[in-house]
Every structure is written in C-alpha cells, then in structure tokens.
C-alpha cells in the first residue's frame, strides 16, 4: 500500500494537473468538499484504489493547507483471472 504520510512526501508525489476546487456555479468542487468532510468528523485515514492515486496527492495537499494533514493510502487491485 502506497501511503502520504506527511508534507514532504506529498511534496514528492507530484500532482500531476491543476484540480478543481470551486466549480463554474460557484459551488465547492469535490476535492474540497470531501476534505472538508473527512476534516469536519475527523476522518484519520482515508484508503483508496491506486486508480486514484492523482486524487489522493491532490486531496493530501488541500488538507495540509486547511491545516490538518492526515494519512492517505492506496492500494492496488486484486484480479481474479477464471
């Protein structure tokens, strides 16, 4: 499992593209919201597939800004082949 742990592993996982964090009407993007929710009821870890992995660094770098860092994994998948 892949994991951000602090500051300057996020520094190191480079985010790939711009995201968006306020959407055309104004309203907060996902990026934003899901931190800010993961923040409001202090959500410590977040696991994700590895597919997300950009999402992830862009998620991990908008927490530190709010001022709380926290852990974020990603896995990879498991394939069953019949």
Same mark, same amino acid.
């Given at each position: 499992?892949?994991?951000? /742990? =602090?500051?300057? $592993?996020g /520094?190191? %996982?480079?985010?790939? $593209? &711009?995201?968006?964090v306020? +959407?055309?009407?104004?309203?907060p %993007?996902? *990026? ?11 959500? =410590?870890?977040?696991? /994700? #597939? $590895? &597919?997300?992995? &950009?999402?992830?660094?862009? *998620?991990?770098?908008?927490a =530190? +800004?709010? #001022? +709380? #860092? +926290? $852990?974020? #994994? ?9």
């Open positions: 499992m892949r994991v951000l /742990r =602090e500051s300057r $592993e /520094r190191n %996982a480079r985010i790939n $593209e &711009d995201f968006v306020r +959407k055309r009407d104004g309203f %993007a996902y *990026q934003l919201t899901s931190v800010v929710d993961d923040l409001f009821y202090d959500v =410590e870890l977040v696991v /994700r #597939g $590895e &597919d997300l992995w &950009d999402s992830t660094v862009a *998620q991990h770098f908008l =530190e +800004k709010l #001022g +709380k #860092g +926290k $852990e974020f #994994g990603a896995i990879g998948f498991i394939i069953i082949r019949y």
